[in-house]
């Protein structure tokens, strides 16, 4: 959720927001970070203008071209669709630099260095229009030394804006004015770059590294000095300071590889020199292991080796050996695992709230190291209020999108205990704020709470509880908890979210689609319907909207052989598909990550999605050997007939795509290109870039259509080619064969996708119904259930959470 002076956005966003349309954008400087902020612009609708050095001979832009050359093939993806490049033009600092003046925003992404920033700056100020926004993409320079010697309308419009790497996936962007920097230009970029690049804007004071990597290389710094100090191995670390405290696969040690030890040991020194009234960065120091690898140009991942060392032999399944650094000897050597009871614990708990108690009750050195790093890093953001935020929920704000934390500091705080963290810190001897020990001895006992739907957090300055900023634009769930669900069980909780409209959440794990969901969305509609709700919005906060059908569900049924219960839930997942689309009122369905199987299927039957563009949306049952059995496959072919009945005479060509796309259980990797799939349509769906506005935009968009909404009409005129279609498909299908893209039971399934999408052995084109379509796709999916290997396939995702190819 942004952090912002609100009063700033109601006092000038009007002015701002009209005067200040950013269309145009002038990104200076091509490298990563240049290149990736220039694709998530135009990915984000803008012309965007990229610039760097010139080269002396032939193409003069190719230092620019190149960059996105390697931008358009690099994985993961820096566009959400390939086809944003064209918003994109070329050139270089020599030829093109006078161009800026028809730029509404400049931002500079040159080498970090202050004398060439200041050399870039001066060209800006001789080029640039009057009034046009200038910022700086650095990620630890002073803004206000950037801005030394310029003119004052240049220092009223000027001040950072940092991205995080990679720039389109992480969500942080932070928003560093000057003492001199015109408050309207402060919350427009506030205000832009939530609503419209779809980030997690942090307000920052103009202090050394700002607020992230501020608090994030202080935590990284610890973790290594605990480690070493605790004899801990490093891949021990990693496993403890990843997924099992809600932070990122790579743990500490892999996440510096990662970064690079070269910037690494720049940011830890760079601190130390710009922060001497810092009480833990200038007691800091650049550990001996870290030395030995900076001296030995072991920089990590763009080195070939750094913590971790890939070697070339092979161990039983064929992967290579990965090496880890002793950092007492300085020598690699294959990590031997450590047994920990706390890791045991941690992986038994699957709330975090929960492991964080279990942290603190464990003895062994893994809790210890955790328990001394979390109450280090709860004293040290202690004494970062008011220094680099005036606020706390600013801090976490930064670390959750910066750093891909679940939670930021002062959450884990709350779930560890305020008051019992404060003593156990201090009898450390780590020194904690006095705001906190204020706000203990007020009687207040953490710093959030929910009241009334709203989330609140504690402000030090003004010693009182205020809710955070954004109000309706984030529809955050938690804030329900305290009031009475208007309907529950025990996978989903219907919550009542203002003006008449209700939210169905999923709460299972990984919010598989099981009975319970199917039962939720069912008993939801029917309240939505009696009671006189305006509408329903399916969506929940957490990382994926679902992962699809429980598969443990289906596997157990198919391998007792239970047919009639099989087809039976089967035909209760199809049938609540078509609630979604048959309800009295409006259905919109609000995603973000995963949108896998039936919540892909979901989604196709709703009256609007809204999707983040970061939604990641797919008909994959293919890859565990089965076909789309919830209205997916069906819904294709109602697709393809509307499609086909529109454009005349591309039936096989269309036909043809439609099929490849369940077929190869294609997902899209980004919103945008879900319409390119046929998973969302233009005319009814919807992007949002910040994920976080999801459902506040889909209870938006329930209120728009329940002004005059009407229950749609189960459709019987769906065109559908039998004999032809299957004769063009069934050819198809043996092309991915005879190209080694498919096995023999791939082309089984693949003729199953065909049978449905062309309405069966129809002698000729005719029309049939939705029911007719859900008859024969619930018979295709059940004969596949049937297949010894589906079933391999079935129980090799669940055993293994990937793909079997057999």
Known sequence: MPTSCLPLWANFRSNIMLNKRIRKVAVLGSGLMGTGIAAHLAGCGLEVLLLDLATAEGNRNKIAADSLANALKAKPAPFYDNKFASRIKLGN????????????????????????????????????SKGSLVTSNTSGILIHLMAEGRSEDFKRNFCGTHFFNPVRYMRL?????????????????????????????????????????????????????????????????????GPAIGRPKTGTFRLADLVGMDTAVHVINGMKQNCPDDEQISKMEVPKFLNFLVENKFFGNKSGQGFYKKTAEKDSKGRPVVQALNLDTLE???????????????????????????????????????????????????????????????????????FAW???????????????????AEKQGEQIGAWVKEMLAAGNTSFYKSEGGKRLCYNPLSKKYEELPG????????????????????????????????????????????????????????????????????????????????????????????????NMA???????????RYSAIPVVIATQGYVFGGGCEFSMHADSVVAAAESYIGLVEVGVGIIPGGGGTKEFALRLSDEISKE????????????????????????????????????????????????????????????????????????????????????????????????????????????????GDLTSSQQVSEQYLLDIEREAFLSLCGEQKTLERIQYMLEHGKPLRN
Not at 99 to 128: A, N
Not at 696 to 723: C, F, H, N, W
Request: aromatic content about 10%; some cysteine.
């Open 648 to 759: 005349g005479d591309v039936q096989i060509p269309r036909l043809i795509d439609r099929f490849k796309t369940i077929a190869t259980a294609q997902v899209a990797t980004s919103a945008y290109e879900a319409f390119n799939f046929g998973y969302l349509q233009l005319q009814k769906d919807s992007v949002v870039h910040n994920a976080a506005r999801n459902i506040s935009e889909a209870k938006k968009k329930v209120l728009e259509l329940a002004y005059d909404y009407v229950m749609p009409i189960q459709r019987k005129d769906i065109t559908v080619l039998g004999r032809t279609g299957l004769g063009a498909l069934y050819v198809a299908a043996h092309s991915l064969k005879l190209g080694n893209y498919a096995s023999e039971h791939d082309i089984l399934i693949a003729k199953k996708v065909a049978w449905v999408l062309c309405g």
């Open 332 to 402: 690699y050597a294959v990590p031997q695992k450590e047994k920990l009871p706390i890791l045991d614990t941690l992986k038994q708990i699957e709330e975090l709230p929960r492991r964080m108690k279990a942290i603190f009750k464990g003895t062994d050195k893994g809790a210890e190291m955790l328990q001394k790093s979390f109450l280090g890093l709860f004293a040290y953001v202690s004494n970062r209020v008011p220094e680099i935020s005036d606020t706390a929920y600013a801090i976490d704000d930064a670390l959750r999108a910066g």
């Open 173 to 241: 962007f932070e928003v560093i004015p000057t003492t001199e920097t015109n408050p309207e230009v402060t919350a427009f970029f506030m205000h832009y770059g939530d609503v419209i690049l779809g980030k997690q804007t942090v307000l920052c004071k103009d202090t050394p590294a700002f607020i992230a990597n501020r608090v994030g290389v202080y935590a990284m710094a610890k973790i290594f000095q605990l480690t070493h100090e605790l004899g801990l191995g490093i891949d021990t670390a990693d496993a403890l300071t």
């Open 570 to 580: 089967t035909n209760v997942f199809q049938q609540t598909s078509m609630r979604i």
């Open 471 to 566: 109000g309706e634009s984030f529809i955050i769930l938690d804030a329900y908890r305290s009031n009475k669900p208007v309907y529950t069980n025990a996978e989903c909780t219907l919550h009542d979210i203002g003006d008449g409209v209700l939210c169905l959440e999923f709460h299972s794990k990984m919010n598989a689609i099981g009975e319970g969901i199917l039962r939720g969305i069912n008993d939801s509609i029917q309240i939505a319907e009696e009671q006189g709700w305006k509408g329903i919005v399916i969506g929940n906060n957490a990382q994926q909207f679902t992962v699809g059908a429980n598969l443990m569900m289906v596997a157990m049924m198919a391998y007792e052989q239970n047919w009639d219960e099989l």
């Open 93 to 128: 600092f020599d030829d093109d630099f006078p161009k800026i003046k028809d730029y509404d925003w400049i931002i500079e992404v040159v080498v970090e260095r202050l004398d060439i920033k200041k050399q870039i700056y001066e060209k800006v100020e001789q080029f640039r």
């Open 406 to 424: 679940e939670v930021g500091p002062f959450q884990y705080w709350d779930m560890a205990g305020v008051a019992e963290c404060v003593e156990l």
